[in-house]
């Protein structure tokens, strides 16, 4: 059977702030500029997951992308929706909430629940204009 | 020459159903959920078609984007544009017209027009939160 | 207090014809074109509704989006989403479900649910390059 | 000379929480809900700051687009963007920082700067599907 | 009947350059900037056309958006698409193409063919970031 | 550490014109159909750069987006912005500036700016529909 990609997008409004508190503030200044704000600052973070493999002969589905959609919710939306990451995302007490470092906390929370022959790859933008990808390499 | 990628969006409306006919409703249902209404329900197709080769030293062009808008039109838009998929789609005869389908059926549409030394790619959105692609393999 | 006009965004897929049933099938393709099709085509609908009003000292808001974004999909996504309009939404039995009919009847199922001080308006997106707005004019 | 209206795009990222700080978190969560959470979330805000006049003859410009541009980025971007709405921006000390009372600040802000003779409206998107517009009524 | 606004968009590519040839290179600099580049720069125009009048109570129509589309393909698109305006539009042969005296063109040569009975408005935007409307006035 | 895709969006406005000084007028009508107009027209180009990488462990990043964003700006967009491509790009002197070959060209302005560690990709939008992609194959 051909092998499709299919995507769903999801998304989440959330608080953060980057810094390494190995780090004095002006250092953390330095390398992180305004996302440094210990008073946090904020992003509509937009979401998509892909996974690929072959089409269900049956259904002519991929992966149901309803159930995908409950998943992202249950797994990622609530834990992260109206949240600020740096406090109540535990995988972020000692992890910078970098969209790179939250797409790879994305990517291992859902990966286990997702069938083991199908790819997946994160998508995640922070702002129109800065986004970033993650397939699991 | 080096290899460059073209993409070309395009787009359709149509209605469609997902159903089994092996099926009962209520199995139908089961799997397909609203989407297997027997009434039909419809989208706004998004499209992306994209080629990928050596760029033409005369020219500049991997290929002409007029001439894929207009290959597009011919192939795909004049036999999907405002069309019931599950009844005016000879392919989807026997086929769940799932977003998945569609991007293979329009593949295998466009691939025998194209240049064989060309890579394409489909993308297709079904809504603006559910979309797939596929790439012949 | 300040008069501001709160808007929220919802979205629905349909499938619909155009057609009047006094009329020939080619009188009707004459008119409605290929939008005619009797086999149906459909869209995914982007639709908008505001509402403006004063802000209310204690909360800060004009009217609870999240309220508003229940209503929505109780009485509008609930009754439209994945549904055939010209067969089962019932005031479309006797009207041409136009972009234009579909935002008048969409002002009316809300316009009873929202208080009286609040001016409301309708904007719907057939596609993206066709849409319609409507105030109760 | 004819009446036209220009209009121009900014954006910038936010943490806010919304609460009342006489009720109690209970009654705060019964209201706010998730958007009360104590350690606050954020947002992309995107901002239209229109502007309505007669065009200047000899420029063709109803008001320089740079010099908005400008003026947005020194009397609203440098304060809100990557701030803390509630700890960091003056007026959200005592005043909800909800979407309709942050267009309003917003209005004020620009108002001063603007001549009298314009026209100003001022829409604040919080998400892409909840957004506010206030033109000092 | 009630009364609905229909919009339609569209858009084209063109060059153009602001100037004013009265003033010296200097003075078209320091009022225009970079757009004052004698070599000309361009950009992609989008083009939204609304009409307001009452539904027609036997099409459901207040304007055929076919027909539309139609009119500025061959009113504004043909004159307009990848031209340069300063040189290939008459209108701009005395007259700065500055957006705002684009949309007041653009509706002039719309006018005359629209029914006097429907409100007419074009918004127009420059870049996705800079844009006008003009209804009339 | 794990291998991240960080994107980065720009844009310049630009005038260019196809054509191919070997060949009369009619043949690049031929070839370039109106994109051959001698008056030139004019795009709003939109660029993605694409960097990918390990995750740094002491900052969360694959690369400083703020660093990528003044690069663009200083290598890229003073260059482009505002610029007619044939007249002012020392690079299309002898070369055609379609998006194909634009694509390379940012590239390769790009790359020895970037350390050869990191994979790189351009994605450039010469208009919403038209767009292309070059990794340096």
Chains 1, 2, 3, 4, 5, 6 share one sequence.
Not at 54 to 63: C, P, Q, W
Not at 67 to 77: A, F, G, S, Y
Not at 107 to 116: A, E, G, K, M, Q
Request: charged share 30%; glycine share 4%; with cysteine.
């Amino acid at each position: 059977m051909p092998k499709v990609t299919v995507h769903r997008k999801a998304h989440f409004n959330a608080a953060h702030q980057l810094h390494r508190k190995e780090w004095s503030s002006s250092k953390n200044f330095e390398v992180f500029n305004k996302c440094s704000n210990p008073n946090f600052h904020g992003h509509n973070y937009e979401l998509i997951v892909s996974l690929k493999g072959e089409i269900d002969k049956e259904t002519g589905y991929v992966y149901d992308l309803g159930k995908l959609k409950r998943l992202i919710k249950e797994e990622i939306e609530e834990a992260f929706d109206h949240k600020n990451l740096n406090i109540e995302v535990p995988e972020f007490k000692e992890l910078n909430p970098t969209a790179e470092n939250i797409s790879v906390v994305i990517y291992n929370r859902l990966r286990v629940h997702i069938p083991s022959h199908l790819e997946m790859e994160i998508t995640l933008y922070e702002t129109p204009r800065n986004f970033v990808t993650y397939s699991g390499d």
